[in-house]
């Protein structure tokens, strides 16, 4: 996020077909959490052409690398790394020396599919638990970048994004870029629970 040394979310182990939606919402989460990029294997090139075009549509900045390996990557990376595993320190008791490093230093948070090499345990920085239990690699990277920003990422601001959501209690309601209107003045448009003024399948989920 902006003010911040960058965090950069790796995607190790992706297996082409079974894991093309997983890798597609890391790449998603690590987005809308606040996340500055993130770093996908060539076999995931699908998901990583989903996620740019979620950021041309609904803003960023956030950029999206495809290289040949992404272990490369973190063999090369000469700052922090936070790698999320069910067997590591519960990120409660971590949480407050990862935020303070961050303040002056770029992270890595890495993420595995399958089995993660045992090089990345030990080349960690910390080795990070969002309970000692076994789930999802979507789930942690959200624990732990909330965690991480301690709920700023919740508020960030998006830039050139071609369409804007507008909450809403019922229904949806999407419209383009500078097209918000002013609070008390008419929506511009579909009524609430209809269509919206653009018109759009934003389930990227589906994209794969
Ligand atoms: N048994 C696998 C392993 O060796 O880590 C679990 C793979 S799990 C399906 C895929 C990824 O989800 C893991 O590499 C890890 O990044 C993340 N993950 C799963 N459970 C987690 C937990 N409790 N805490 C942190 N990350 C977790």
Redesign the pocket.
């Known amino acids: 996020m902006r003010g911040r040394p960058p965090v950069v979310v790796l995607r190790l182990?992706h297996r082409p077909g079974r894991d093309d939606r997983m890798t597609t919402h890391v790449g998603l989460t690590a987005r809308a959490l606040g996340a500055d990029r993130v770093v996908l294997g060539s076999d995931a090139s699908g998901a990583a052409d989903t996620v740019r075009d979620i950021t041309d549509r609904f803003g960023g900045p956030f950029e999206v690398d495809v290289v040949a390996s992404p272990l490369s990557t973190l063999r090369e990376w000469d700052s922090r790394v936070a790698?999320?595993?069910?067997?590591?320190q519960p990120v409660q008791e971590v949480q407050a020396d990862v935020r303070g490093s961050h303040k002056e230093t770029p992270l890595l948070v890495?993420?595995?599919?399958?089995?993660?090499p045992f090089e990345v345990y030990e080349r960690a920085d910390y080795n990070?638990?969002?309970?000692?239990?076994?789930?999802?690699?979507v789930a942690?990277l959200a624990v732990f970048l909330d965690r991480l920003f301690d709920g700023r990422e919740l508020d960030r601001e998006w830039v050139d994004a071609d369409r804007v959501v507008v909450p809403q209690a019922t229904g949806k309601r999407v419209v383009e870029s500078g097209e918000r209107e002013a609070p008390g003045s008419e929506p511009s448009g579909a009524p609430d629970g209809q269509r919206s003024a653009v018109d759009d399948d934003t389930d990227a989920g589906n994209a794969n």
């Open positions: 182990g790698h999320l595993t069910m067997y590591g890495v993420v595995g599919a399958e089995k993660v990070v638990a969002v309970t000692n239990q076994p789930h999802s690699e942690s």
